[in-house]
């Protein structure tokens, strides 16, 4: 029997511990569970031959309560082909503990969930070299200069192999056309040039391929390997006489070798540029801050900053933590966060945000989150996450490469057969037939197709302020039909004024008095505005009682006696308040003019009305027309009235609109239009749109780079600028089109050239594939593909050119 702990969320009373306990102790192999609510955590003893981590955690979670998993992004090397992927995914999944592992090929990282009290780092190490791989550390916690210097060393190496192959190859083409004195044998002279400089080009494939073989699977070092072993091979028995003086393929075995070798070192370039976004975004910030602790100012590193510590900032230097401001003004310039170039005003009460910069001022701030609590180290973990994730398109490519290398196989040993044995063709252009299918056939172009790109998307995305955390979502934004926008707080600035106030039968000060005092405790950003407007005219404001709300509907208290009711039409008609038509006219007048209109009655009584107004934001007009252009249905939803929904819609240019839908039916509204068949994106501000942005096929939060906007919805837009939505749906439809173009390049190399490798020209036209040249094509795939990768980090969307 074995124990352990799970950290249980969503607890919250003594009956979501029985509840746990109960789902726990349920399950074959659990013989005691005891589940502490102040803590939240269950202790487990199991046996571990019969249950796993996974079942436990699916047994919590069905019983409406999470797990607290751990998550970390290492790095992994050596790694060629999606065949490495497999093997390392199934590695890592085979460890008690590790409850998912994603592996990409582009960025060479691993991102694995797991339960630390399962599973450590160390059997992540020893899991990933096993297979035949490198562990290179958990990213970030080596240092960008480790990590570089790695890279360039194993670069360095390919590069001298693969200038040794080549200058050895083109010696020993030359020596082909040489005629040598007769006492010098040719062969014996090829095979001394031809086998140190092989065996040290070619050791890495036959490693890699013999550490495939023992963990029985098939990768394309496994057919590199053969098909360069084959070559030398063929070669060494007819240098000792075993097989005819045509056999002599030294220069092919080098040169296959040599271009091999080429093309990972060019691929190996080209990957390492794909994740410079994150590369980017982790040097942001500071190593260092100035901590002042008992009057003192200290220079500490910034690992050792800690909560509620004061720092200070001078102009021209980062924030190195986030945190409020307790001292101070200065303009911050946040485009490395936001991707907004002007900078914002910071002053006392005041958030910051870690590695934005003080321009102008001296600023003295308290410490509120550090390490991977701060908004960057936050932003970082969700594009490291987006760029791991895998497309549904993905799928295609990955059971296309499960099969690849049985079928090449074959298709080589059928092509020798044929063409030997049924077709009397030499035996020498059979075998060369054979080596060439065996290293022509590439299923690497089809597993970096869409890695590569979704990884760089991703990372331009991030460098334009625009966080896509999944790579489904991509897949998904580029099928959307419909888009529905959140108004207050989306459309509009979400700080609306008061515009006009009309008084009944009290004074125009006692019903601002009245009003202003109710709304100040329900925090709606129409009540503010009352607020705010009163306070901004010197009143003061008496203490209420008895404070209630209306979902939806409007708030009511007791104010110096008088029963005060605030809401819109269908509250005060609920409490039986009437009112004349001449009113009815003035507040659709309102309405009609794009206003939002507040009726209060005191002492059941209708004493006056405000009408409110918000603006619009500077870019919703440029957004709307966009999306249209885009081929999208655009659809306003809005609690507010229907005539003041129409007059905001006719200003922005939406036909579409949903009125007088309460917060909690916006998700609702949204499923309505998926019953229908549309694919639906939704975006709101993050804060009270979550139902509704969990609920659409794509959910699209604006929030400024918050804590709330970054949990909300699949994809985040750093600023509050709404052209930026219908950036991220272009960007996605690009990174889209890019990844079939990869896909249809890797297909079409395969399908044409495995044909030609195999011979199918030679009766026509007489054309055959010599085994190097078609080295040299498999090599230049790969590179092709991630080049195309590449090209996404200078793309700009269309709308933010403007």
């Known amino acids: 029997m074995a124990q352990t702990s799970l950290k249980i969320t969503g607890m919250t009373c003594a009956m979501c511990t029985k509840a746990v306990e109960s789902a726990l102790s349920e399950q074959d192999g659990i013989s005691f569970v005891q589940v502490n609510l102040g803590n939240e955590t269950a202790v487990i003893e199991y046996d571990p031959a019969k249950v796993s981590l996974t079942q436990m955690t699916q047994a919590v979670k069905d019983a409406g309560y999470d797990v607290a ?18 093997a390392i995914q199934n590695a890592l999944q085979a460890l008690d503990g590790v409850l998912a592992a994603e592996v990409n090929l582009g960025t060479e990282t691993a991102f694995i969930t797991y339960n630390r009290a399962f599973v450590s780092l160390t059997e992540f190490k ?60 040719m062969e014996w002279l090829m095979f001394i040039i031809a086998a140190p400089a092989f065996v040290y080009v070619s050791h890495p494939i036959f490693i890699a391929a013999y550490r495939s073989l023992k963990h029985k699977t098939l990768n394309m070092d496994v057919m590199y390997a053969m098909g360069i072993g084959v070559a030398f091979g063929a070669s060494l028995f007819s240098t000792f006489g075993l097989l005819p003086h045509d056999f ?29 976004a994150i590369k980017t975004l982790m040097g942001l910030q500071p190593k260092t801050a100035t901590v ?15 909560v509620g510590d004061e720092i200070l900032v001078k102009p021209g230097e980062k924030f190195p933590v986030d945190g409020e401001v307790i001292s101070g003004e200065s303009y911050v310039d946040e485009s490395m966060i936001t991707g907004e170039p ?147 707080g989306t459309l509009t600035k979400g700080k609306p ?39 901004e005219a010197g009143l003061m404001l008496p203490e209420s009682q008895h404070f209630d709300t209306f979902g939806g509907k409007g708030v009511a208290a007791n104010v110096e006696g008088k029963a005060v009711l605030i809401g819109n039409r269908a509250l005060l008609k609920e409490r039986g ?24 009655a005191v002492d059941a009584q209708l004493a006056g009305l405000f009408a409110i107004a918000d603006a619009l934001k500077p870019t919703a007009i440029q957004a709307v027309d966009a999306l249209k252009r885009e081929g999208l249905d655009v659809v306003m939803i809005t609690g507010d009235n229907s005539r003041t929904a129409q007059a905001i819609a006719r200003q922005v240019g939406i036909e579409h609109v949903l009125a007088e839908i309460l917060p909690h039916d916006k998700a609702h509204e949204v499923k309505q239009f998926q019953e229908q068949g549309k694919r639906v994106a939704f975006v709101g501000d993050g804060i009270n749109d979550a139902p509704a942005l969990a609920q659409a096929d794509v959910g699209i939060a604006l929030g400024s780079g918050t804590d709330v906007a970054i949990e909300s919805g699949e994809i985040v837009l750093m600023k509050d600028d709404l052209l930026d939505a219908v950036a991220a749906l272009q960007l996605s439809r690009k990174v889209m089109q890019r990844i079939k173009q990869n896909l249809f390049w890797a297909f079409a190399y395969n399908f044409a050239l495995i044909p030609v490798a195999a011979g199918i020209l030679r009766p026509l036209f007489g054309i055959t594939f010599k ?12 590179v092709t593909v991630v080049s195309l990768s590449l090209m996404l980090k200078r793309y700009l969307p269309p709308a933010k050119r403007r």
């Open 69 to 86: 998993n751990d998550t970390v992004s290492v790095g992994v090397g050596g790694m060629t082909c999606a065949m490495c992927v497999k």
């Open 126 to 185: 020893r899991a990933i070299e096993e297979a035949g791989y490198q562990y290179l550390g958990v990213n970030g916690e080596v240092s960008e200069d480790q990590e570089q210097a790695i890279r360039e060393k194993e670069l360095s190496r390919k590069f001298r192999r693969a200038v040794v192959g080549t200058i050895s190859g083109s010696i020993l083409m030359v020596l082909m056309y040489v005629h040598l004195p007769m006492h010098i044998p």
């Open 248 to 276: 002599i393929f030294y220069e092919a075995a080098v040169f296959l070798a040599a271009f091999l070798t080429i093309g990972r070192y060019l691929e190996a370039r080209a990957k390492g540029k794909t994740s410079e």
């Open 292 to 306: 002042i602790r008992d009057g003192v100012e200290q220079e500490l590193p910034i690992e050792i900053v800690q």
């Open 342 to 488: 002007v900078p914002n005003l910071k002053k006392t009460g005041d958030t910051v945000v870690g590695a934005t910069l003080n321009t102008n001022s001296v600023i003295r701030f308290r410490a509120t989150k550090i390490g991977k609590d701060t908004v960057l180290s936050q932003i970082i973990r969700l594009v490291q996450q987006a760029q791991a994730s895998r497309p549904p398109i993905q799928r295609l490519a990955d059971v296309i490469v499960a099969y690849f290398i049985p079928v090449i196989l074959t298709i080589a040993i059928l092509a020798f057969l044929l063409w030997y044995f049924v077709f009397d063709a030499p035996l020498l252009f059979a075998f060369s037939t054979l080596i060439s299918i065996l290293v022509i056939a590439c299923p690497c172009a089809l597993g970096l197709a869409t890695p590569t790109a979704v990884t760089v998307g991703i990372g331009r995305g991030a460098e334009l302020g625009i966080l896509i955390k999944t790579g489904e979502a991509l897949e998904i934004s580029e099928k959307l039909t419909t888009i529905v926008f959140d108004k207050t």
């Open 497 to 535: 004024e008061v515009t006009d106030i009309e008084a009944f039968s009290v004074e125009p000060d006692l019903l601002l008095r009245y009003t202003a005092s109710v709304e100040k405790n329900s925090q709606h950003p129409l009540g503010n505005a009352i607020v705010k407007y009163t306070t």
């Open 577 to 600: 308040i009437n009112y004349a038509n001449s009113v009815e006219q003035q507040v659709a007048a309102l309405e009609q003019a794009g206003k939002t209109v507040i009726l209060v």
């Open 771 to 782: 085994p190097e040249l078609a080295g040299f094509a498999m090599a230049m795939s790969s």
